[in-house]
């Protein structure tokens, strides 16, 4: 089967910009950390959480935000919102068994 190619690159090759280091470790850190910490994450936090370069994972971000497939960030860098789940107010208000509030993207 071909790969579909998106904006100049393969599908293949835009699924791996969603992980770092070869893992999923970027977007579940930011989709488990959002709801538990309840505001925008900076990117200097995530860098220090997942022990790269502030550059880097703001290159990163800078990607999945630009091909809109995972994140949007705030006027200050910050994540707002990763998918499935938001700091921005939606219709969709959720509550976790562990007290965490958000909202669904």
């Known amino acids: 089967m071909a790969e ?3 904006q100049g690159r393969t599908r293949h090759e835009s699924r791996t910009r969603f992980h770092v280091g ?3 470790s970027g977007p579940q850190l930011v989709v488990r950390e959002l709801p538990r910490i309840g505001e925008p994450l900076l ?3 995530v860098a220090r959480s997942l ?3 502030v550059a880097r994972v703001t290159e990163i ?3 999945l935000e630009k091909h809109m497939t995972f994140l949007f960030r705030n006027e200050q860098g910050a994540v707002t919102w990763a998918y499935p789940v938001t700091l921005d107010r939606t219709p969709h208000h959720l ?3 562990t007290g965490e509030q958000v909202y669904a993207a």
């Open 22 to 24: 070869g893992t999923s």
């Open 51 to 53: 022990n790269l370069p």
């Open 95 to 97: 509550t976790f068994n």
């Open 4 to 6: 579909t190619c998106i």
């Open 61 to 63: 971000l800078d990607d």
């Open 43 to 45: 990117p200097v936090w």
